[in-house]
């Protein structure tokens, strides 16, 4: 049960946190029998999750996750009656607010204790229910292949016509195992369970155009917790009975040494299904000479890390992701109405359709052909992993979700923790790449330096969490069918066809809300949500239709993550002071222009975005809108992200900036010269910064940050707007820097040569920052660009790219140049542009790459070019 063990280990940060109020010496011994119990429990989890086939265990683990709650509810009881450790910045305020908050809240702080005491009695009687009924609690399912007892099923062969939507990697995955090369070669399949990896290698493999060019050959399944001498028997008993030949028994010597002299010699091909680790990859691969007769490995995996160690290179891994609804409603077509030439009655489209979207998943261990291969995989992540997973049931099928969203999301539910080195958040992408390596996340796209941008997971994997969610009761979605009306709720999402919200359900134990697309129509029924539930921790608004800020929000004393993103909230009340617990305040894209001062008492803040972007005119020099901040900041410890804030004329801000030394990410716009000293020294203490957005006023304001003598060398993005004398001399020491976006520096010597030599640097973005002729993309320069924009050089007539210059380059954006009347000089060179964007160019160099134009042909096997 993954909620259930997050949920214990939720309450445990819980006590941990307590531990820094002042209390009784009897409430605090009743909490520590809470930990004792907790810590039990978490073990208790670990050793059955996953078993089958025990009713009484069922029950008990049901049991055990009520208490867990209930635990959870009265612990976090604690603080919304106990004095906030971190509300008031000055000591009379804060030792007055302690005086009235003891008068307000000293009977409900009493009375959690008789609350404790009902809990107690129930974990007595699950520990009287056990020691009575030992043998019950023994799982009737033995724990096998990655503890389900799922077994290992033969994948059945296909018709050609049937390996739907693989064409491509087929034939590519054919030429490499018949290609000629004569050394040992690794091929890995990568994909989530259920792609058909198994299926797809076997439908390859064992036509007999293809087996027949072997001499040999073996399918082994690698399980998790498999014996090495037992496979290399299994394997070799497969070897020698493809040959028709006698199982060669020699007790003289071992089953390595065995199995190494029987394929010597010999040319053999051998399928190692479903590794899930180096380890393993290392125990086995010893058993392989490594002759020159064209013998191969196959290895299917759904970790692209295990693949990438597995292959003989990274051209050796064929990847699949399931095919495309597309392809599969083709398929059923063709076998439902071999007769029609696979054309569908009208009458029967719409269930066809659905019947071929949707896969049935029974409860229990009469889990559909689809589960199967899903759950082993599911079931070999950790409790917090599982969660991770299914978040994604909280949001429609097919949605795709921002990876900082999701990471703080997580953060915000607890799922990840700090460690020594890494900060929650740091902890949460490290569980994201972990999902996407084992293939149950799909990245959606991804930023030119190989990051992430968004992800979802595939419509096969979705079905397979929505039922998981709804055994373990992780969400409830509003209007999903399946949601019940009587359940105690968890995390309540509400999608865009939700015309009335539940009123039978139980909302006190709400911990999150997502609204992700609530009728107007449903604004009170939404704000009685807010009021019944006071334990919740998420509230993700973004995109709802809301014109006003909730007061019924500012009573969620525990909330840690709010979003107000995309909404049309134009104003931000000063109760937002009572949201002391709150780490994420979303404010982008809104009509939000000035925070109340109290933000100020938000001491646990770590994320703050408060900007709003012109998506008509994103490059424009008023494209960004920040927000004031009439109060300090300088409070604002925790604080990794700070984006868009406008600095006053006398520049007090940059000040506080000083004391927040754990920022990861800052912009700052208003910039004035006369700030250029005070900003200097600010940044200079972010000795953890990645990104920085600096905007100056006005386009005739200068930006002064050249007297920086000691930069943050973490900096990844860096983006200055605003006049520069000169480039910063820093600048070129950032190796770790990956984008840059120097806009209306209007500089009169070039940039290029001193960012050319930048190791890092993938995206180059220029804007009107110099007011020269020509630009130079030297020989042998910024060797690992995939993303240039050229933009409003009112000066500038040649372009030159000299040779080995931007050789990764991938997209290359000009526009508003007018007096550049060609291509840049040596654009041919450039093998690896797949997107060339012209726009608002004057007509000359327009006709020269339209068809007959005299440029056409340097451009010509460019796949994409836009003439805007």
Known sequence: MAELAVALGSAEIVIRLLSKFNLQPDVQNEIQGLESW????????????????????????????????????????????????????????RTVHKFAHNVYHGFPLRRISNKIANINRNITNIKLQREAFPDNYCSSTPLSNSRTGIQHQASPLLLDDEMAGYEEPKRTFICQLVDGEKGLVTLAVVGPRGSGKRTFVKNVLWKPGIRGQFDCHACVHVSQYFNVAELFINMLKQLCYS?????????????????????????????????????????????????????????????????????????????????????????????????????????????????????????????????????????????????????????????????????????????????????????????????????????????????????RVLNLVFQFIIQKSKDENFASIFPRANTSQSQKIRRLSIHNDCTHLPKKSDLKRVRSVFLLGLLEKSIPDFEGILRKSKFQRVLDLQGASLTEFSEDITSLTLLRYLSLRDTKIAKIPSSIKKLSYLETLDLRQTDITELPKEISYLHNLRHLFAYKKNVSNYVGFDSERGVKIPGGIKHLTNLQDLSLVIVDAKGRILKHLKELSQLRKLGLTGLLSEHGEALSASVEQMKNLRNLNLCSASKVEYLEVTEMTNPPHTLQRLYLKGLLRELPWWISSLDNLLRIGLKWSKMEKSPLQALAFLPNLVELQLVDCYIGEELIFEANSFKKLKNLLIEEFSELRTIVIQGGAMPDLKEMSLGKCPELRMLPQGIHNLAKVEKLTVYDMGKELVARIRKNGKDKEMVRRIPVVHIQ
């Open 38 to 93: 907790l810590t039990s429990m978490k073990a208790f989890i670990e050793d059955n999750d996953g078993r089958e086939g025990s009713r009484t265990l069922e029950v008990q683990m049901e049991k055990v996750r009520d208490i867990a709650y209930d635990i959870e509810n009265v612990l976090e009881e604690f603080f919304l009656h106990s004095p906030p450790y971190t509300f008031h910045n000055h000591t009379i305020t």
């Open 243 to 455: 040959r028709k030949e006698p199982y060669p028994a020699d007790d003289s010597s071992s089953t390595l040494a065995n199995l190494q002299n029987y394929l010597a010699g010999k040319k053999f091909v051998i399928i190692l299904d479903d590794i899930c680790s180096k380890e393993h990859w290392d125990d086995i691969k010893i058993a392989f000479p490594n002759a020159f007769l064209g013998c191969r490995i196959v290895v299917t995996t759904t970790s692209s890390t295990v693949a990438s160690v597995c292959a003989s290179s990274s051209n050796h891994i064929c990847r699949l992701n399931g095919f495309e609804w597309s392809e599969g409603w083709k398929l059923l077509r063709r076998k439902a109405f071999p007769n029609s030439n696979g054309e569908c009655p009208s009458e029967l489209k719409d269930s066809s359709v659905k019947s071929d979207k949707k896969c049935e998943i029974r409860r229990g261990s009469e889990l559909s052909v689809i589960a199967n291969p899903l759950l082993p995989g599911y079931m070999d992540l950790s409790s917090n992993l599982k969660s991770c997973l299914l978040y994604f049931s909280i949001f429609p099928e097919g949605y795709s979700i921002n990876r900082g969203r999701l990471i703080r999301l997580w953060v915000a539910e607890r799922f990840a923790t700090e460690t020594a080195e890494k900060t929650e958040e740091e902890v949460a992408e490290d569980y994201l790449n972990a999902l996407i390596h084992t293939n149950l996340i799909h990245v959606s796209n991804r930023d030119f330096d190989g990051r992430p941008r968004s992800c």
